[in-house]
């Protein structure tokens, strides 16, 4: 029984996290968007930051989800720009992705 129990809760820690990555993918986040980068990794004309690098900017900030929620729906220009070395830098809005679908990967990046 205790078996079982302790199988249930992995299941359950881990749902939202395969979750969050599957709407990722499902989004086309992944195009423009790693889990993680090597330190000095040259970056591809698109890349913008890393998951890791996005949840070590922002974790704990007060706000910050409505604020990550809302560059995922309208877009942003130069935020990472400097820190990504790049001239410029520019996340297209998402439109289609539903708010309650940006709130769950927002959350969950912030976890990483």
Known sequence: MRYIMILALAGFVSTPALASMELSDKYEC???HKLDV???ATRKKKEGPSYKEIAKEYKGKKGIEKQLVDSIKKGSKDT???KLGKPKTEMDAEEDIPVK???TMVKWILTL
């Open 30 to 32: 992944t195009d423009c």
């Open 38 to 40: 090597k330190p000095g």
């Open 80 to 82: 990472w720009a400097k």
């Open 101 to 103: 679908d940006a709130e």
